[in-house]
Nanobody, 122 residues
Framework: QVQLVESGGGLVQAGGSLRLSCAAS????????MGWFRQAPGKERSLVAR????????YYADSVKGRFTISRDNAKNTVYLQMNSLKPEDTAVYYC???????????????WGQGTQVTVSS
């Protein structure tokens, strides 16, 4: 079955960096667009970044533009989220997701990871 396993979350001070990884199995990874979402307590889950199947195109939410970078390695079936200049408002559970027909509105994702906690202290 399809599995998406996130790693790399943790506690970091404001201004610091973290790199999230999401290892995929059970699917043809290169056929899927990949996205990173986040959900903070009391808020809805929202799309943070998206990368196309071949990594030709990327999308970022306004709140993370210039600070976060999404990338993928199709040979390793892994997608990454490099997060720099972290702010307390970036604190959330971060999820990776895979979809065949995705949109920048965050729809069309078929498979989800279990999430990894990112906490940014002030």
């Amino acid at each position: 079955q399809v599995q998406l396993v996130e790693s790399g979350g943790g506690l970091v001070q404001a201004g610091g960096s973290l790199r999230l990884s999401c290892a995929a199995s059970g699917l043809t990874f290169s056929s899927y667009a990949m996205g990173w979402f986040r959900q903070a307590p009391g808020k809805e889950r929202s799309l943070v970044a998206r990368i196309s199947r071949s990594a030709v195109s990327t999308y970022y939410a306004d709140s993370v533009k210039g600070r976060f970078t999404i990338s993928r390695d199709n040979a390793k079936n892994t997608v990454y989220l490099q997060m720099n200049s972290l702010k307390p408002e970036d604190t959330a559970v971060y999820y990776c997701a895979a979809g065949l027909l995705t949109s920048v509105r965050g729809t069309g994702y078929d498979h989800w990871g279990q999430g990894t906690q990112v906490t940014v202290s002030s």
